[in-house]
């Protein structure tokens, strides 16, 4: 039985090694997985998230130690992850390794940029701004991302 539309789900994952060095994770086809979830390989302690489901070659450098929270398996809606609306009045209209466009409906927001591991991208108010609005902000491709403006907040990822 494979993964269906569900709830974003996480699991942990850890790692044992008998020497210490660079190690190779390799995706060539995930089976199972419903079209409208996307699949993440965290690793925790570089911040980076890999999307599975683009065949990735991962390259990591794991200590000899054995480590269980060094990794964790994210499953997220696809519709989440969408670069559309997901709150009545905020729309992502661009995104990219230089920064945002969006567009809202009140004045006078306050726009933070998140990552899924709470680490905190950007964040300032933005006043009386003409719409649409153009946040600069660095962003990293294989990074699951959170838009928050007000009260109203989507995930999204650059393609």
Excluded: C
């Excluded at 850890?14 to 419903?34: F, H, M, P, R």
């Excluded at 925790?44 to 998230?49: P, Q, R």
């Amino acid at each position: 039985m494979g993964l269906s539309s569900l709830d974003d789900i996480t699991i942990p994952l850890g790692y044992t090694v008998k020497e210490s060095g660079d190690y190779l994770i390799k995706t060539k086809q995930l089976e199972g997985i419903n079209e409208d979830l996307s699949v993440w390989l965290v690793d925790l302690e570089s911040n980076t998230s890999y999307n599975l489901q683009e065949n990735v070659d991962i390259s990591v450098h794991l200590d000899k130690k054995a480590s269980d929270k060094r990794f964790a398996l994210k499953v997220l809606s696809s519709r989440v992850l969408a670069e559309t609306n997901m709150a009545s009045d905020l729309t992502l209209l661009k995104a990219n390794e230089r920064g945002l466009t969006i567009r809202y409906a009140k004045k006078d927001q306050y726009i933070t940029v998140y990552d899924v591991n709470g680490r905190v991208h950007f964040n300032k108010t933005i006043y009386g701004e003409e719409q649409p609005v153009s946040v600069d902000v660095k962003l990293n491709r294989h990074q699951v991302y959170i838009l928050k403006v007000g009260n109203e907040s989507l995930k999204f990822s650059i393609k």
